[in-house]
């Protein structure tokens, strides 16, 4: 995708929403500006955190990075009370030995927040605040544990309130609250470029037992999007559309752009997936 990017001179922006430990936003950083960002220099500045869902031997950093697109930047959201407060003591920790640095202090943005598809002043929801790291909870999906009030937002807003002039890339995980998120980034997604987003129907509380997947799909008629395998291979999701993808599974989806140039490279793996 870097390698064929026609768009080499516009500083790309990142949205990641559920961030949790940010390596997903650190590792998009790296690809533009390699010498800032890196998963090895972020990973030892966390607190103590839960461990990963995919291990980190499975997470490598990219062998391309891009030259002369300017300075990327990435807004990382997290709801969970006890995480986004060790992502901030992590990026404070992060900044700390590059005081002069003026740049850098701006391209990770941490936030705050739940995502949902509405927001009011003073909208809150009751989120799990469970041990910094956790990845299996999310919004009305509690393992039982104590909550607290988190301010909901929506990514439309969040964009508009930083005066994010496009958003490159977006990606979500939310542990259920996807489609949600999707519908309050109605005016976001028409910069988005390349899009990911989780598929859990098989939450029965979450916003996904009570949103089809296809709907959610003819939503994004714009787009051209693949199933994701763990190793990068693709599947296409509506090219080779079955009724039994609305069962209860738990996977992930990457989009692009139909017009744009990174679709191309996305059709051109899941061709070679299905040659060979």
């Known amino acids: 995708m870097i390698q064929a990017d026609n768009d080499v001179k516009s500083p790309k922006v990142i949205v990641n929403v559920g961030c949790n430990k940010a390596s997903d936003a650190v590792e998009w950083l790296h690809r533009w500006d390699s010498a800032r960002w890196n998963l090895p220099r972020w990973l030892p500045v966390l607190p103590p955190m839960k461990g990963f869902a995919c291990p980190l031997s499975e997470k490598t950093v990219p062998p ?3 030259q002369g697109a300017g300075t990327p930047r990435a807004v990382c959201i997290e709801a969970m009370p006890k995480t986004a407060a060790a992502l901030k003591t992590a990026l404070a920790k992060y900044l700390l030995p590059h005081s002069n640095d003026t740049e850098l202090a701006t391209q990770l943005d941490m ?4 995502v949902s598809n509405e927001e009011a002043p003073g909208l809150t929801v009751d ?6 790291g956790t990845e299996a909870e999310g919004m009305n999906q509690s393992e039982g544990g104590p909550t607290r009030p988190v301010l909901v937002r929506t990514v439309d807003s969040l964009v508009k309130e930083r005066a994010l002039p496009k958003v490159d890339i977006l990606i979500i995980d939310t542990e259920g609250a996807d489609p949600l998120v999707l519908q309050g980034s109605t005016d976001t997604l028409k910069s988005v470029r390349y899009l990911e987003f989780e598929v859990h129907r098989d939450l029965v509380k979450a916003a996904w037992s009570q949103i089809k997947l296809r709907s959610v ?3 994004l008629a714009d787009f051209d999007c693949y199933w994701a395998g763990n190793q990068g291979s693709l599947y296409p999701v509506m090219e080779c559309w079955e009724d039994t993808f609305e069962n209860g599974c738990w996977s992930n989806i990457v989009c692009a752009r139909k017009t744009d140039v990174w679709s191309r490279v996305l059709r ?7 040659d060979a």
């Open 111 to 114: 936030v705050h927040a739940a």
């Open 127 to 132: 989120f799990p605040d469970s041990a910094p």
């Open 64 to 66: 391309v990075v891009a």
């Open 268 to 274: 051109s793996r899941a061709m070679a997936h299905a």
């Open 217 to 219: 799909m003819d939503g």
